[in-house]
């Protein structure tokens, strides 16, 4: 092993060691479940905005994104356009679910006394005829989570088959390993603050890459000049080809409609201490947003310039995701302090890993034990069994991620885009039904849980096959559809409750003297 990869290897390590060092730390703070799953309500705005957004910002973020922009400019499946669009409906997305659902959400949760989003929805319907609701919504937790998670197992594999040729799938299992066991140790506050300490290391990755890049490549110029080469009309908006009209941009950009329904940002809204303080969350949050994929984007345009500098192309298994880890790779090769940068590179990539990965378990987690277990199977469970039982649930989505992420050739922006899709389509349109209309009813809530769930399967794996108009990103059609079956089925079977709806009003009320 040379001195360079020895460099990088203890670099990594002594990060990995303060994030389970954190969550054991952490561990001495979860005194009960809410502490375990919510952080006691305790959290500031500045770890709020950035560990919503770095448990947002996956593996796509320094993967994913940059992927997509790169494999149009080598021949392979992505754009510019595809790229561009897609960042620009999360952005919007970030901005209006800190805006619109946030605060509202944080106020509604407190009342209702919920501490996970399945139980928020059940606890708005009804305290003692929802079950149907609470089981279904954590089904849905646990079966869209478990390829979300494993796509950052899988992101975890390829960085280390790419920079040490190490084993893809011991890798992968270490990695897993790593996450699930200081997210089973520290509970939400272990996961909160060390995303807070991981939106950091990939915001000094992004720098730090991009300016390397630009240097190896002679400048920004040369970079869009050699895109520009690669493929002609590849900054056209409308595709190189011209082929994206309407309905394909509204499309990509119908991701931003995901951010309704992710429940791992969600909680973040709940757990805030002051809902005062979420206006400056959203701010950070925003402009945090458009900055990092904004660059992720762009370090997919000059990764051409970059890719033909250094020969990358020559590589067996080329993989435009890996972009970053190359670069990682040619700045450790200069010398031993550029080592140290090139391992805080690839640091920020575990980051960007570990930061979704180790919300989404927590999430399912939660889901399993209060959801499942506490309502249907041991209503009398205490609490140190009920978060014994969370992390036994860790551990198990822990390893059906590893079963699901085992093929090395697996797209993690694809992987990405259906759980993303299954989430926003299931519980988006819900979420906001329930913070805005009172006459949603919890046939409603739960037609919209199951048919927007459903309708991304279909689409994905049967609609969109055909081709032509229907080859479109199945989360718009499924929200939709989602939408029409919370307001048609809610309006034909009754109004809600006369306690629900006075809940509701008095949520609105405390809205109006916040307000003021």
């Not at 915001?203 to 080469?229: C, D, H, K, P, R």
């Not at 450790?332 to 960007?352: E, F, K, M």
């Not at 032509?468 to 809600?496: D, H, Q, R």
């Amino acid at each position: 092993m040379s001195s360079t990869v020895i460099i990088i290897v203890v670099t990594v390590v002594a990060y990995i060691i303060l994030m389970v060092a954190i969550g054991a730390y952490m561990s001495k703070r979860n005194l009960s479940t809410k502490d375990f799953y919510l952080g006691g309500r305790q959290l500031g705005p500045f770890v709020t905005a950035m560990s919503a957004e770095a448990s947002d910002m996956s593996s796509y973020l320094l993967m994913g994104v940059p992927g997509v922009a790169l494999a149009g400019l080598v021949g392979m499946n992505g754009s510019f356009a595809e790229a561009i669009w897609t960042v620009a409906g999360l952005a919007i997305g970030t901005y209006i679910n800190w805006l619109l659902v946030a605060k509202r959400l944080r106020i509604y949760s407190e009342e209702v006394e919920a501490h996970t989003v399945p139980g928020f929805f059940a606890k708005r319907y009804g305290r003692t005829d929802t079950g149907m609701i609470m089981i279904v919504a954590a089904l849905i937790i646990i079966i869209f989570f478990v390829p979300y998670t494993a796509s950052g197992f899988a992101s975890v594999g390829k960085l280390f088959n790419s920079l040490f040729g190490w084993n893809y799938h011991i890798s992968m299992i270490v990695g897993a390993v790593i996450i699930a066991t200081y997210t089973v140790l520290g509970g939400f506050l272990a996961a909160s603050t060390t995303d807070f300490i991981q939106s950091i290391i990939m915001t000094f990755a992004l720098v730090i890459v991009v300016f390397f890049m630009l240097y190896t490549v002679g400048g920004l110029n040369s970079a869009i000049s050699q895109a520009e080469a690669a493929v002609n009309g590849y900054f056209n908006l409308n595709g190189a080809d011209g082929s994206y009209g309407f309905l394909p941009i509204v499309s990509m950009m119908s991701w931003g409609l995901g951010y309704f329904g992710m429940p791992h940002i969600l909680l973040r809204f709940m757990a805030i201490k002051d809902d005062r303080k979420l206006k400056l969350s959203r701010r950070i949050a925003s402009v945090w947003v458009v900055i990092a994929m904004g660059v992720a984007v762009f370090i997919g345009v000059i990764g051409y310039a970059f890719t033909s500098t250094m020969d990358l192309m020559d590589i067996e298994g080329f993989d435009p995701e890996r972009i970053v880890i190359y670069v990682a790779s040619a700045i450790s090769d200069i010398g031993p302090l550029t080592a140290v940068i090139g391992g805080l590179i690839i640091a920020g990539i575990l980051a960007a890993t570990m930061s979704t990965s180790d919300s989404q378990m927590l999430a399912a987690a939660s889901s399993v034990s209060e959801n499942i277990v506490r309502n249907f199977i041991a209503r009398d469970m205490s609490n140190k069994m009920s978060m014994l039982i969370a992390r036994i649930t860790v551990l198990v989505i822990a390893a059906i991620g590893v079963i699901f992420a085992w093929d090395p050739n697996s797209s993690v922006f694809r992987i990405v885009s259906f759980a993303w899709a299954g989430f926003g389509a299931a519980f988006g349109p819900l979420m906001l039904f329930s913070l805005f209309w009172k006459r949603t009813n919890k046939w409603g809530a739960f037609a919209g849980i199951f048919s927007g769930g459903a309708m991304v399967f279909i689409w994905k794996f049967e609609i969109s096959t055909i081709g032509g108009v229907w080859n479109i990103y199945e989360l718009m059609p499924a929200f939709i559809v989602s939408c029409i079956f919370i307001v048609v089925v809610s309006l034909v079977t009754g109004k809600p409750k006369p306690e629900i709806e006075e809940e509701f009003d008095h949520v609105n009320s405390i809205m109006k003297a916040k307000a003021k």
